[in-house]
T-cell receptor, first 115, second 114 residues
């Protein structure tokens, strides 16, 4: 079965650089979520999209922006990177109410390291 | 706001034994969903089991079962017949409206000993 695809899997950037993380949800999933998991921490919700519209926003810095495109893939853009942005970034997709539990399926994550 | 609490930061369990991971939650929403995810050292988040607030029976999925005590606001995960591959971090999470984003607990690290 198809899973959520995230690219790149690993990314190393310098401070003040920009980064773009990509997420390709499971086909026919209409909702995408982004989470940030710092070292030794639980995942924290950043932002979500439903049918290409932003549906919710969490503790996402103003330096970050995201969007969902017409093919439902999503991109998280991060500018002026800081050391504290080093984390594992998850994308999750959900089939919404058509799913058995409305559960979220997580991608493998992008590990971002800011030097 | 919803809150999830996992009070056990880490625990050891002997192979083939059962282990219970605690999770308590707080919400004012009468309709909610609780999830358990497993995160191995490789980092991926693996969905294990789900319990809805209106479900009459405790959820079970293979070796995983959920001890759901609604009045106590607890949703403990029971892993039976532990295997070495069960060694991982386990997160309890609650679905939060309106977007159904997940709020996670702090996690419990389980190490299965042979």
């Amino acid at each position: 079965a198809a899973g959520v695809i995230q690219s790149p899997r690993h990314l190393i950037k310098e401070k003040r650089e920009t980064a773009t993380l990509k997420c390709y949800p499971i086909p026919r999933h209409d909702t995408v979520y982004w989470y940030q998991q710092g070292p030794g921490q639980d995942p924290q919700f950043l932002i979500s999209f439903y049918e290409k519209m932003q549906s919710d926003k969490g503790s996402i810095p103003d330096r970050f922006s995201a969007q969902q495109f017409s093919d439902y893939h999503s991109e998280l853009n991060m500018s002026s990177l800081e050391l504290g942005d080093s984390a594992l970034y998850f994308c999750a997709s959900s089939p919404g109410t058509s799913g058995k539990y409305n559960e979220q399926f997580f991608g493998p994550g992008t590990r971002l390291t800011v030097l | 706001a919803q809150k999830i609490t996992q009070t056990q930061p880490g625990m050891f369990v002997q192979e083939k034994e059962a282990v219970t991971l605690d999770c308590t939650y707080d919400t004012s929403d009468p309709s909610y969903g609780l999830f358990w995810y497993k995160q191995p050292s490789s980092g991926e988040m693996i969905f294990l089991i789900y319990q809805g607030s209106y479900d009459q029976q405790n959820a079970t999925e293979g070796r995983y079962s959920l001890n759901f005590q609604k009045a106590r606001k607890s949703a403990n995960l029971v892993i039976s017949a532990s295997q070495l591959g069960d060694s991982a971090m386990y997160f309890c999470a609650m679905r939060e409206p309106p977007s159904n984003k997940l709020t996670f607990g702090g996690g419990t690290r389980v190490l299965v000993k042979p």
